[in-house]
């Protein structure tokens, strides 16, 4: 009864704390709104398609169990750097939990012609939900449409495009290997000499 008492005075602090913090589904990273599989705009869930704009859609897969969510932290890539967003209870312009779904607008990062210079990608995302864990989904994206970004969204130049994940994985890579060639002829150095 002891350790009863004990386990349930240990675990109250994070029921009180608001709910249960989880983490998105591994396999729904490392994307782009307009590589993600399933497109979808939805007036209810963020609305588009939107001129420079993409529109991410998460949903709790196993919702009685899950509740709700409390709010989002969304991690994303881009050629400026990481860019943090949180997505709370309280509705904003841009973004809004709807129960079991949260959504987010972010700039596509378009050029006039229509091509990505500057495109946010999903890296990591947690959650913090009303009912016990589990993971997440990138359930849906509504990816822009051409033309030119919104004024203030941030745009590299005019058809000029940068390192993409697919570039930047690359380049890692083949400097891992370099290195390794570099360490093992040290090694081999030192083991002649």
């Not at 001129?51 to 400026?80: H, M, N």
């Not at 939900?129 to 997440?136: L, P, Q």
């Not at 822009?144 to 940068?162: D, E, K, Q, R």
């Amino acid at each position: 009864m002891l350790a009863a008492v004990i386990s349930l005075g240990s675990a109250a602090p994070a029921w009180a704390g608001g709910g249960t913090t989880i983490n998105i589904d591994p396999a729904d990273t490392g994307t782009t709104a307009a590589a993600f599989g399933t497109h979808r705009c939805d007036p209810n869930l963020g609305g588009g398609p939107f001129q420079g704009e993409d529109v991410w859609v998460f949903a709790l897969p196993a919702a009685k169990q899950q509740g709700t969510f409390t709010s989002l932290t969304i991690e994303f890539a881009t050629e400026g750097g990481p860019v943090t967003e949180t997505i709370t209870t309280t509705p904003a312009g841009d973004r809004a939990i709807v129960g079991d779904r949260a959504w987010i607008r972010t700039p596509a990062g378009l050029s006039s012609t229509g091509e990505l210079v500057n495109p946010f990608a999903l890296t990591n995302a947690t959650a913090v939900i009303t009912g016990t864990d589990g993971t997440f989904d990138l359930a849906q994206t509504c990816p822009a449409t051409g033309g030119t970004p919104s004024p203030g969204l941030p745009v590299t130049g005019a058809g000029v495009s940068g390192p993409t994940l697919g570039k930047l994985a690359a380049g890692g890579g083949s400097l891992i290997v370099v290195g390794l060639v570099l360490l093992l002829a040290q090694r081999r150095r030192r083991f002649v000499a």
